[in-house]
């Protein structure tokens, strides 16, 4: 089983940039206003379409969870020397899990996350964490 997202763009080259380095792959079909990416890790397929003006959602993000530590440096590593990077949480606890993980930011707008669960923890979230503020103080994962 694969999920399959279809994103629109207004910049097909800038997205399929930012893709193939969050990824770590190039696209099956990088064609005339279109581009899909088929990755085994993560499971997926991934299109890109070129529209002309795009209005992604801020009031969500996408994530790829890794088996481990290594794996978020590795794409810490990958996005950075991309310059994509947006910010690193390291064993942090947001969402009721201890996590390690790098943000990024596609041309659109649209936050996606490379992370790792180190343990489920028993709170939300940590007092000095970066993540999820309930207070709407702006904080990587759960606010714009």
């Not at 893709?19 to 299109?47: Q, R």
């Amino acid at each position: 089983m694969k999920m399959h997202l279809n994103l629109a763009t207004a910049d097909l080259e800038k997205s399929v940039a930012f893709y193939s380095s969050l990824l770590d792959a190039k696209p099956a079909k990088n064609l005339t206003g279109y581009a899909l990416f088929i990755t085994d890790e993560p499971s997926l397929e991934l299109a890109l379409d070129l529209r002309e003006a795009v209005q992604p959602t801020t009031d969500t993000h996408y994530g790829i969870f890794v088996e481990t530590t290594g794996d978020v440096e590795r794409a810490i590593a990958r996005l950075s020397a991309a310059g994509l990077t947006s910010s690193v949480e390291r064993e942090e606890t947001c969402c009721y899990a201890n996590q390690t993980k790098v943000w990024a930011i596609d041309p659109e707008g649209r936050r996606w996350e490379v992370y790792t669960v180190h343990e489920d923890a028993e709170g939300r979230d940590d007092d000095d964490t970066t993540c999820c503020a309930l207070d709407g103080a702006t904080r990587s994962c759960c606010a714009a």
